[in-house]
């Protein structure tokens, strides 16, 4: 997604501000009549421009999140760069942003529970517990699991989505992030680890409750022994 100001309100920027040399002396009523529909004008021009943004993010958000619940690992894949490139875009203005925060009040729309109902979701959680399937009619659902490079690119949006919305990690810690997090950088690799401490950094901020899961999960001992660990990546250990 990428935020462009749309051509009617650069014409409109350039109508406001007549060239000395056409300009005439005018009285004070016509002056007071013209100034009085330039800041209407401009009104009306801010009202588009912020319905215009509200809805190129909305479109964003539903174009990502619809991919992000795919079945298969590559559409979530698609789904997640799309939604940091959105991300990226949305960083670049405060309105922007200040939309993008009342986006993620529609459950519809945010972004941090799909996340951890899908990138970050074990396969382990969705064993089968009978044979039923085999004789109904219904195909059963398979999902592929969760490739390195989704992983990575699910922690860069949580990140950036924490960053941008504080609130999200309020979001983030009903669906235990921490926890999550943690056993993301104990047992994954080298690329997923860095992603990790960056959106444990992001979660931390302002959390106290994300805190405690912290400390009670003995997040700096497992810090820690990265450190020590001389078998990880040098540049990881040098970033924690």
């Not at 972004?111 to 085999?134: A, M, N, Y």
């Not at 999200?168 to 009903?174: I, K, M, V």
């Not at 401490?197 to 497992?222: K, P, R, Y």
């Amino acid at each position: 997604m990428n935020l462009k100001e749309p051509l009617w309100s650069k014409r409109t920027e350039s109508n406001e501000h007549p060239s000395p040399s056409s300009s005439s002396p005018r009285d004070p009523e016509s002056e007071a009549a013209a100034a009085a529909a330039t800041s209407a004008v401009e009104e009306l021009v801010n009202s588009l421009n912020k319905q215009r943004i509200y809805r190129e993010v909305t479109l964003a958000l539903r174009t990502g999140l619809c991919d992000v619940r795919a079945e298969f690992s590559f559409l979530r894949v698609c789904g997640l760069r799309f939604l940091l490139k959105s991300l990226r875009s949305i960083a670049q203005s405060d309105s922007s942003i200040t939309l993008f925060s009342q986006t993620q009040s529609i459950p519809d729309l945010q972004v941090v529970p799909l996340l951890f109902e899908h990138s970050f979701k074990e396969t382990e959680d969705e064993k089968v517990g009978s044979l039923d399937h085999i004789f109904s009619v219904e195909p059963m659902k398979v999902k592929s699991p969760s490739t390195d490079s989704e992983v990575a690119l699910a922690l860069r949006v949580l990140e950036g989505c924490c960053l941008l919305h504080p609130e999200s990690t309020r979001l983030a810690h009903q669906h235990k992030a921490i926890p999550v997090l943690m056993n993301v950088l104990s047992t994954r690799g080298v690329l997923e680890q860095g992603a990790c401490l960056d959106a444990l950094i992001s979660i931390l901020l302002d959390s106290s409750a994300n805190q405690m899961d912290f400390e009670a999960c003995n997040g700096i001992e497992e810090v820690a022994e990265l450190i020590r660990d001389k078998q990880v990546d040098e540049n990881l250990r040098l970033f924690c």
